[in-house]
């Protein structure tokens, strides 16, 4: 990965697939319903709130999952409501995968005949016609790989050539299961826990995919996990390895060092830090509060300098 750090502070938007054009600093949905998996579910007005300023503010990237509910709110529904007929340049990414257990957290996996009624249930919620783009999440919590993806992923790879979907992800995914899926048809993105795996970082920048870090149960840095905490969440926050030199009170401690001295939040320096790591980057902080939204998004204008970085690096 050549690109200069620095220069990275000016490259705020991402060609998806090649042909959507995103901001780097999107919106992700999974704590509009509620805030965990097995939390009281928010009010459907707070939702639709927050989702009409997020675009307000530019957020033209917002990531979804017919699993993001709780009783009867349901993201998907909450961004229909509020957005529906949408902008020209939005672009909504979902996953599938994932099948919700009795207790309402997801709790097994689809079969592949189970796959296509997930996408016809998202583009009915959503009120679309074709799926900007489609994940297919794997496994649960567990790090990826140890199973084969290529039957499920070629349910998605033939819904695409239908034409409901237009582009193709992967989450919770190792190198060799990417090289499966890729094998099968074209991938925009991947959708990954932030780990220390430089190595498919490099290969989805290399190969102009979006890296997309999603929200770990513990360790390290990261913007998802530090959103969560303001909230209440009892996760720890996200993995960045050595890009942000390791986790626990350590990083903390040089997020509130640089945090302090830039006049910022910890969650607006640990969204330009995600940012600063590489060009195929999106970041996707979620949340269900409008003060912690108009947090985040404003860590788009926030620059890191170098002695910032390193002190962050540790």
Do not use: W
């Not at 084969?148 to 034409?163: H, K, T």
């Amino acid at each position: 990965m050549a690109t200069d750090t620095m220069s990275l502070m000016t490259i705020t938007t991402f060609s998806l697939g090649g042909d959507l054009t995103i901001n780097r600093l999107g919106f992700g949905a999974m704590r509009l319903a509620s805030g965990t998996f097995d939390g009281p579910a928010r009010a459907p007005e707070t939702g639709v709130a927050v989702l009409r300023r997020a675009v307000e503010l530019g957020v033209n990237h917002i990531d979804t999952a017919g699993f993001y509910r709780r009783g009867s709110v349901q993201a998907n529904e909450l961004i229909r409501t509020a957005l529906a007929p949408y902008p020209d340049d939005l672009v909504i990414a979902t996953k599938v995968g994932p099948l919700l257990g009795p207790q309402g957290v997801p709790t097994h996996q689809a079969t592949p005949e189970q796959l296509r009624e997930l996408v016809e249930a998202d583009l009915q919620a959503l009120g679309l016609d074709r799926l900007d783009l489609v994940y297919l999440r794997v496994g649960g919590m567990s790090p990826p790989g140890g199973e084969s993806i290529a039957e499920r992923f070629a349910v998605l790879a033939d819904l695409r050539a239908q034409g409901l979907i237009r582009h193709l992800g992967v989450s919770n995914m190792d190198a060799a299961q990417l090289a499966e899926a890729r094998a099968i048809a074209p991938i925009a993105a991947v959708q990954n826990r932030y780990t220390a795996d430089m190595a498919l970082l490099a290969e989805c920048e290399d190969s102009g995919i979006a890296y997309v870090p999603y929200f770990p149960l513990g360790g390290g840095i990261s913007p998802v996990g530090v959103a969560a905490s303001q909230e209440g969440a009892t996760a720890g926050t996200a993995g960045s390895g050595s890009s942000a030199g390791g986790g626990g009170s350590a990083g903390s401690e040089r997020l509130g060092k640089v945090a302090a001295r830039l006049g910022a939040t910890t969650a607006q320096v640990a969204i330009a830090l995600l940012l600063a790591t590489s060009p195929s980057v999106l970041a996707i902080p979620g949340t269900g509060s409008l003060d912690h939204l108009e947090e985040n998004l404003a860590a788009d204008d926030l620059s890191l300098s170098e002695q910032d970085l390193s002190d962050l690096r540790g």
